[in-house]
T-cell receptor, first 116, second 114 residues
Framework: AQSVTQPDIHITVSEGASLELRCNYSYGATPYLFWYVQSPGQGLQLLLKYFSGDTLVQGIKGFEAEFKRSQSSFNLRKPSVHWSDAAEYFC??????????????FGTGTRLTIIP | NAGVTQTPKFQVLKTGQSMTLQCAQDMNHNSMYWYRQDPGMGLRLIYYSASEGTTDKGEVPNGYNVSRLNKREFSLRLESAAPSQTSVYFCASMYVAGGVWTQYFGPGTRLLVL
């Protein structure tokens, strides 16, 4: 079965600084990979996703992520964070097991705090 | 286009009571899902439905039942609520086409079991 590890429970970054959130996955083949963001009291919003092709994926709100097969990683990056980026971020992996079996496994999340 | 809607938004139950969480999507998606979110645990899949008329267990199905009433609606039932079921419940639907998956989430239902 697939699994996802987000090693950082909580990260604090100054406004304007760069950001990298880590995500490692375990799966025997090339997975589907996702990053979601959740603001307090809200549902989850998709930031970006990787299925195939270019390993550097651009998303909404200025985020990007890079799929590195050799490291089993899909880290999320942003060159300059804004106070509105404070939220919880979830990495998720989907296993390609055929039609009718599309399920995601989520990591435990990383809470991002932005300081002025 | 409302996307994925959930009712109620918030509910308080006493141990042993039953309730049904409702979910509907208007995007004509085949797949629908129920997750629970607990602090430090991320989202865990309770049940999912790949199409109308089919349901399958996820990671944490014990204490729950589901019904895929039609293509739009997927309900989650707690027959005898327990304090361990205090959580935030999210419904989601997924668009699958051409090897691309896009999952959409509802706003969540906060459930407190006393």
């Amino acid at each position: 079965a697939q699994s996802v590890t987000q090693p950082d429970i909580h990260i604090t970054v100054s406004e304007g600084a760069s950001l990298e959130l880590r995500c490692n996955y375990s799966y025997g083949a090339t997975p589907y990979l996702f990053w979601y963001v959740q603001s307090p009291g809200q549902g989850l919003q998709l930031l970006l996703k990787y299925f195939s092709g270019d390993t550097l994926v651009q998303g909404i709100k200025g985020f990007e992520a890079e799929f590195k097969r050799s490291q089993s990683s899909f880290n999320l990056r942003k060159p300059s964070v804004h106070w509105s980026d404070a939220a919880e971020y979830f990495c998720a992996v989907g296993a390609r097991r055929g039609f009718g079996n599309e399920k995601l496994t989520f990591g435990t999340g990383t809470r991002l705090t932005i300081i002025p | 286009n409302a996307g994925v809607t959930q009712t109620p938004k918030f509910q308080v139950l006493k141990t042993g009571q039953s309730m049904t969480l409702q979910c509907a999507q208007d995007m004509n998606h085949n797949s629908m899902y129920w997750y629970r979110q607990d602090p430090g645990m991320g989202l865990r899949l309770i049940y999912y439905s790949a199409s109308e008329g089919t349901t399958d267990k996820g990671e944490v199905p014990n204490g729950y039942n589901v019904s895929r009433l039609n293509k739009r609606e997927f309900s989650l039932r707690l027959e005898s609520a327990a304090p361990s079921q205090t959580s935030v419940y999210f419904c989601a639907s997924m668009y699958v086409a051409g090897g691309v998956w896009t999952q959409y989430f509802g706003p969540g239902t906060r459930l407190l079991v006393l």
